[in-house]
């Protein structure tokens, strides 16, 4: 499947599993899938819920910082990728 690099991990809260991301190529939305890759990351999954400022949102735009719940450990500055096709 091809990815496309949408953007970076600014920060990972372990203890809610989450994972912090600045959107800067494109945007992202509740049901995308999205390959987070880095030194040691390396894992895929579909984007179940998502935040800005702590409020749900189902589509964030080019520019946005949202927190998506993820069931592995991300790293700052691991690469974002979203399949696309």
Same mark, same amino acid.
């Given at each position: 499947?091809?990815?496309?690099?949408?953007?970076?991990?600014?920060?990972?809260?372990?203890?809610?599993?989450?994972?912090?991301?600045?959107?800067? !190529?494109?945007?992202?939305?509740?049901?995308?899938?999205?390959?987070?890759?880095?030194?040691?990351?390396?894992?895929? !999954?579909?984007?179940?819920?998502?935040?800005?400022?702590?409020?749900?949102?189902?589509?964030?735009? #080019?520019?946005?910082?949202?927190? #998506?719940?993820?069931?592995?450990?991300?790293?700052?500055?691991?690469?974002?990728?979203?399949?696309?096709?």
């Amino acid at each position: 499947m091809e990815e496309k690099r949408i953007g970076t991990v600014i920060d990972y809260f372990a203890k809610i599993g989450v994972v912090a991301i600045h959107l800067e !190529e494109e945007g992202l939305k509740v049901g995308d899938s999205i390959h987070i890759r880095g030194y040691t990351t390396d894992f895929t !999954e579909e984007v179940t819920s998502m935040q800005i400022d702590r409020n749900p949102v189902q589509v964030a735009k #080019v520019g946005d910082d949202v927190g #998506v719940k993820v069931k592995e450990r991300a790293r700052k500055k691991d690469a974002v990728y979203k399949a696309i096709g």
